[in-house]
């Protein structure tokens, strides 16, 4: 069954263009250019994923955001944020305090868009309905919730991606990941356009640094693939 997305943009003709191009590669779209009517449709509708334009006259998408998330008689539903060059690195962070899942940044290509939409679907399938739950390795206490890492009790300030990184080697542990999935599964990136490994193993870096070394030595490289947390 087609994945159903709720694309809500106060500029009528960018809503009509991209729900055809999402309809014309699998996704069934509800639409509309009324914010306010949008939390009516987010409530009745029940979609998949919710695509919503930061700013917008009335209710923007950072409060849109934030009462899709408030919905709590369902499980729970993800927001992408179109954010346009007014929207601010403070907006950003208060967007994903209220519990955005990724941002697209205008001008933006659409297979780029369909991957974001298709990568935080994936990560909401893996375990449907179901709750984030904290993690406890090593010393590490990782909590999705929050948005936390402590390592030895003190916080670790991890970036969002490097954060989403340990996200996804956590919860697929012991298994080895590819270059390509990491960065379609992190990134939202279109590997059929974009397949530098260098972007996740300057993340991969950072991390291992922030961890520390008896966390580190637990993300392994797998020769020739990608990388593993062990």
Known sequence: MAKKILLVDDDKQVVEVLACYL???????????????????????????????????????????????????????????ISGKDTGEEDIISGY????????????????????????????????GASPERVSRLGMVFDPAARTVLVDGKPAPLTRKEFDLLALLLEKENRALSVPYILETVWGYDTANYNDPHTVEVHVYSLRKKLGPALASHIVSVMGHGYKFE
């Open 23 to 81: 309809e014309n590669h699998g996704f069934s779209v509800v639409y509309t250019d009324n914010s306010s009517e949008a939390v009516v449709l987010a409530r009745e509708s029940r979609p998949d994923l919710v695509l919503t334009d930061a700013e917008m006259p009335g209710l923007d998408g950072f409060g849109l955001c934030r009462a899709v998330k408030g919905l709590t008689d369902r499980p729970p539903v993800p927001v992408i944020i």
């Open 97 to 128: 305090s209220e519990g955005a899942d990724d941002y697209i940044v205008k001008p933006f290509s659409f297979p780029v868009l369909a991957a974001k939409i298709n990568a935080v679907l994936r990560r909401y399938s893996a375990c449907p």
